[in-house]
């Protein structure tokens, strides 16, 4: 994917003056080689930051590097304010780890400290309105700090894609979709810009890029992703005219920006004048790394693209849609073992998935418009839809969304996709997630969460939860397990 930040670790050592030095230096290359071993690539920093002196020359050897996230790292007690000053300077994602003691026969001279300096340091931290990321045992050896370094990359992807994203949104949301609402201010307070559009911009861009050289090339990759399930070949031009507009668009528009992502209004005018549903686009952008969530859904399109910068793979926007039949439980057999009925339910949307995300994908018209628009006729401008069942495997469904009390709240719950023919039509799979009937009631519905959610296909809990926690959002709820009763839930 080509819409993803590239994350450049350094790592610098901190030592307090009356600590030795040396005791931070060797500890810091031991960490550098465990990385080296893990192949983590990792820029070790020569300049250990004793003082406040010492933080130009660090800055600037991070930057001589090429470094855009940091791992700050205790080799001793560390000087608590030169380090705090050293996490505020830097521009971009911050770990800090400290240095468990080496061996119980040298805990006069070779004793560090970190496990105390770390407490100092996070008072500090305090006072300057810092969150860096502080692994959830953020004290160990040589090994285990590379293994905390190993799950700090993807946070820091995360974070440095958000820093440089911005959002463009084409036309305002279908009428009833008050749920996708999207308050503009808290994405500005986490760094991200949105450029909203009319549906005549859309339109307007896609006219001029008839005759884009681009066209051509992005119509025969169209047709080789296809193949022999091209039952729709006279829309290829059409797609892949609005292709190479959206991707132009993107390009000219960036501005300040180094990553896009788009909410666009797909129903029901679009259809009338571009000709097709947008849904395949949607998804070869998806496997691109550019998601576009459908009506309009700012905050749809921001979850999907962390998701898919946590995961470094293409995501999914679905409706958290509909239940599973009691003789489709039951039918699955074995498959379901483990889940209650209530665990289930199906996602769906009603075309917008990549090919790499579905079996036995194929492309068709989209039902749900064909009954609004070509009720009694074949279908026309209704085709364009990528249907199939959502892979098996795990997965993690997750959103970050602006609330109408102007704050940011989340929720993350990983799950699984299950092998079940989920007898229906668009893109759509029967998901599981445990104790999800309760989760639904108490947090999707009690925190009034909209429809749609984006979907990971791998577990990223762990590092979506680190990275909406390093974003400032204090509400960031998962499904609890049964006995454990959410805030509101009657006990009896």
């Not at 949104?169 to 986490?190: E, T, V, W």
């Not at 576009?292 to 979850?303: K, R």
């Not at 379901?336 to 769906?348: C, I, N, Q």
């Not at 994908?361 to 990528?386: C, F, H, V």
Request: net charge neutral; glycine share 8%; aromatic share 8%.
């Amino acid at each position: 994917m080509n819409n993803v930040p590239e994350v450049k670790l350094g790592i610098i050592a901190v030592s307090r003056g009356c600590f030795p030095i040396e005791l931070s230096r060797k500890r810091r290359d031991k960490v550098a080689e465990e990385c080296k071993k893990k192949k983590l690539s990792i820029a070790n920093i020569g300049t250990i930051v004793e003082s406040e002196k010492d933080l130009a020359k660090a800055l600037e050897e991070l930057k001589s590097k090429g470094c855009n996230a940091l791992v700050v790292y205790l080799g001793n007690f560390g000087p608590e304010t030169p380090e705090t000053l050293l996490i505020q300077k830097f521009d971009g994602p911050v770990m800090v780890a400290g240095a468990a003691e080496d061996t119980g026969k040298d805990l006069i001279n070779g004793r560090g400290d970190a496990y105390c300096g770390m407490l100092n340091l996070s008072y500090n931290l305090n006072l300057r309105h810092l969150r860096p990321y502080i692994p959830e045992s953020p004290v160990g050896t040589p090994g285990e700090v590379a293994e905390m370094i190993a799950d700090f990359i993807p946070v820091a992807r995360v974070l440095l894609g958000i820093k440089k994203l911005k959002i463009f949104s084409f036309g305002p949301r279908p009428q009833d979709f008050l749920a996708c609402n999207a308050p503009i201010k808290q994405l500005y307070d986490i760094g991200v810009e949105v450029m909203e559009n009319s549906e005549l911009d859309l339109y307007d861009i896609f006219l001029k890029a008839e005759k884009n050289p681009e066209v051509k090339e992005t119509a025969k990759a169209i047709a080789l992703e296809l193949g022999k399930k091209n039952i729709y070949p006279d829309l290829v031009a059409k797609q892949a005219q609005f292709e190479v507009a959206l991707k132009k668009f993107m390009r000219e528009n960036l501005g300040a920006s180094e990553f896009g992502v788009f909410a666009n209004k797909c129903w029901p005018a679009f259809e009338e004048y571009f000709g097709f549903v947008p849904c395949y686009n949607n998804s070869r952008l998806a496997a691109q790394g550019i998601p576009v969530s459908c009506e309009v859904d700012i905050y749809g399109a921001l979850s999907e693209y962390m998701a898919s910068t946590a995961t470094d793979y293409p995501v999914t926007l679905l409706d958290i849609n509909n239940t599973v039949p009691h003789d489709m439980y039951k039918a699955a057999g074995k498959k379901v073992s483990g889940y209650a009925p209530k665990d289930l339910f199906m996602g769906f949307h009603c075309g917008n998935t990549a090919s790499c995300l579905l079996d036995g994908w194929n492309l068709k018209y989209q039902l749900i418009m064909k009954r609004l628009l070509e009720p009694d006729a074949e279908p026309n401008i209704t085709r364009g839809s990528m249907e199939g069942k959502l892979k098996s495997g795990p997965v993690t469904i997750f959103r970050l969304q602006g609330a109408i009390e102007g704050d940011l709240r989340s929720y993350i719950a990983e799950g699984e996709s299950l092998d079940i023919d989920p007898k229906s039509f668009g893109s759509i799979g029967v998901l599981a997630v445990k104790e999800m009937d309760r989760f639904y009631r108490h947090i999707l519905i009690g925190r009034r969460y909209p429809h749609h959610t984006a979907l990971a296909f791998k577990h990223c809990g762990k590092t979506l939860f680190e990275a909406v926690k390093m974003l400032g959002v204090k509400e960031i709820s998962h499904p609890l397990p049964a006995g454990t009763l959410y805030k509101g839930e009657n006990p009896f």
